[in-house]
């Protein structure tokens, strides 16, 4: 278990999630889906969204959260697989729309699905050290899915953003983590490739189910902790399947599982999917409560967090929109303005 020497914690926290919406019958209307829909619809951004506008206003309600003003942070650190430029990092566009240039670090990161977690991680080690009083870490995707493929179904956009500080400040102290990371290619995306591609027998077991055990149950483990000890848990969510399974699997209930699964209504927003269903359950959690979140990456990681909500949460959160707001905006779009949007309709 990795813990840093000096307490830290989330201080402030906040998501957005587009408007817009495609419904999985839609697109099973079209390629003759016959097997049954995986989630029931899913977000898309609008023609003039993408990770960075996302990032942006998800920040935002994290600072408001947070209380503080965007010169406090020492680092802006995005996360994400879908980020608009090969060579132009995301983060210094993040922090200059915020007002925390130019005396700050900036950077991108990667691994699939977990590139947010692998940003709090790092926040955590940075805010631990003391080398920074707060840092932003930030899980973001438009993610990609083929025309016809399974991904499309499932893959969303939104934007989760968590900015770790000192424990004392905290809305949830951060009492461990633990990361495992093995070389299964479960799914990948080759450079200057649209699309990525699966390692079909790979996607289950061993890849998201043998790894999110793994990285769960050592935290566990290391904690001397069990499952029933925690009030909530989140796990990553391709699909609405997956987590309740392996919840299922590790001894966690279904009303544990059940304030963090949003991936019915939006389907998986990939790197800010765990952090997400993180942020929909800090809207609802209250002191004391304990939360155990794992995320999830191909290639194939995972990170696991084992959090205590502290009596700020209360009076912190109602200074930004809840996830719940965010859900509760739909505008339904058909499967045309969809791919036109999306720009998977390429005219040569």
């Known amino acids: 278990m990795m813990k840093p020497e000096r307490p830290v914690g989330i201080t402030g926290y906040g998501v957005y999630i587009p408007r817009f919406r495609i419904a999985a019958r839609e697109i099973a209307r079209v390629w003759d889906g016959a097997g049954g829909t995986p989630v029931d619809s899913k977000s898309v951004p609008g023609p003039d969204e993408d990770t960075i506008t996302m990032s942006i206003e998800a920040a935002r309600n994290a600072l408001a ?3 503080i003003t965007p010169d406090r942070l020492s680092a802006v650190w995005v ?20 007002g925390a240039t130019p005396w700050i670090s ?18 955590m080690g940075m805010v631990g050290s003391g080398m920074a009083e707060y840092v932003l870490a930030i899980g973001a995707d438009t993610a990609q899915g083929r025309p016809g493929d399974a991904l499309e179904y499932t893959a969303a956009a939104g934007a989760a953003a968590l900015i770790v500080g000192p424990a004392m400040d905290a809305v949830a102290v951060i009492e461990g983590t633990t990361s495992y990371v093995t070389d299964t290619p479960d799914f990948f995306r080759r450079a200057d490739t649209a699309y990525p591609v ?5 996607t289950g077991e061993p890849a998201y189910f043998g790894t999110v055990r793994s990285a769960a149950e050592k935290l566990l483990h290391d904690l001397g902790a069990k499952p029933s000890d925690f009030t909530y848990a989140v796990f990553h ?4 399947r997956f987590p309740q399974t392996v919840a299922r699997q590790l001894g966690f209930t279904p009303q544990q599982i059940a304030p963090g699964l949003l991936s ?11 952090l997400l269903g993180l942020c929909a359950i800090l809207d609802v959690a209250q002191p004391g409560d304990t939360i155990f979140v794992t995320t999830y990456g191909s290639g194939a990681g995972s990170d696991a967090y084992a959090l205590r909500v502290t ?8 200074r930004a929109p809840l996830t719940a707001a965010y859900l509760a905006r739909e505008t339904f779009v058909d499967y045309a303005v969809y791919v036109k949007w999306r720009g998977k309709l390429v005219m040569e």
């Open 198 to 202: 699966h390692g079909h027998r790979f």
């Open 79 to 98: 996360g994400s697989e879908s980020h608009p430029y090969s060579v132009k990092p995301s983060g210094t566009l993040v922090a200059e729309t915020l």
């Open 264 to 274: 019915p209504k939006i389907g998986n927003a990939y790197s800010a999917a765990a």
């Open 237 to 240: 969510q391709p699909n609405a």
């Open 65 to 67: 959260r947070a209380h």
């Open 106 to 123: 900036t950077a991108d990161w990667e691994f699939a699905c977990k590139a947010g977690s692998e940003a709090l991680t790092a926040a």
């Open 311 to 318: 009596d700020a949460l209360p009076g912190r959160r109602e």
